[in-house]
């Protein structure tokens, strides 16, 4: 998966061109995408792309914001709920 | 003429080793470099996020869904990590293909003239010998350069440590008033 940071409006299309696709439409200009390594070659020298680099999801750290948001708006431990 | 363990010595593989060395170290440090923009780059992206949904079944059994007002956090808050990369490995393979020859060429050439008149003769030989020595080199050289990448995790503390504290006080009920 890589974050990607267009010039334009017009991201989406190029990311579809290079056979990519959209996991996550940040703004119009910002977006997270799956690539094939030579779509992600092919955009690195596209002067419309002024970011893209390879990101991964850490589950665990995502499970822990989940669960530590989850106890904030939970009632407190301990109580009989 | 240079022997083939000369030709072999010839090879320049300690400026291949430190040209090999120099652009990985480059390379590396343009991926640290996009990986480290990218981290700054999800650390200022932040994204609404829903943490609960209530679902309420009324009497009547209609079905409703109510979110919990979202929360703001930044990608990499929410477990978004920049890729960072290594290069575990590096070869380098020479290979030469010397084919040296030497060739000799010796050419004799005779002739013998005569000639009887009145009263006297003459006689003559010619001979013309010449010698051609040849030497040929051929050398052919491929080099490969093999490198490997492999992904590495990103740097621990890259994001801040999530702890909670706590500080409400607890509910009383009828077990611990």
């Known amino acids: ?81 | 003429m240079a022997s083939v363990g000369q030709e072999l010595l010839a090879v320049p593989l300690p400026e291949m080793v430190m040209k090999l060395g120099l652009g990985i170290a480059e390379a590396q440090r343009a991926l640290d470099e996009n990986s480290v923009e990218t981290a700054q780059l999800l650390a200022d992206t932040t994204v609404p996020l829903v943490l609960a949904v209530t679902q309420t079944i009324a009497a009547d059994g209609t079905v409703s869904f109510v979110n919990a007002d979202p929360v703001n956090v930044s990608l990499l808050q929410i477990g978004l990590m920049p890729t960072f990369y290594q290069f575990s490995e590096a070869t380098i393979e020479v290979t030469m293909d010397i084919k040296t020859t030497t060739s000799r060429e010796t050419n004799i050439k005779v002739s013998a003239k005569a000639k009887v008149g009145f009263g006297c003769w003459s006689a003559s030989i010619q001979v013309d010998v010449s010698h051609n020595r040849k030497f040929g080199k051929e050398v052919k050289g491929t080099s490969r350069l093999v490198t490997k990448m492999v992904p590495v995790p990103p740097p621990e503390r890259i994001a801040p440590e999530l702890t909670v504290v706590d500080n409400r006080p607890p509910k009383e009920t009828p077990d611990n008033a």
Do not use: C, W
């Not at chain 1, 995408?33 to 750290?61: C, E, M, W």
């Open chain 1, 1 to 81: 998966m890589y974050l990607v940071i267009g010039r334009s409006m017009a991201l989406e299309s190029l990311v579809k061109i290079t056979g990519g696709e959209v996991v996550l439409r940040l703004n119009g200009r910002k977006m997270l995408v799956t690539l094939p390594f030579a779509g992600y070659l092919s955009l690195r020298s596209n002067y419309q792309i002024s970011h893209i680099g390879p990101v991964a999801v850490d589950i665990k750290r995502l499970a822990k914001l989940a669960e530590m948001l989850a106890k904030t708006s939970s009632p407190k431990p301990g109580g009989a709920g």
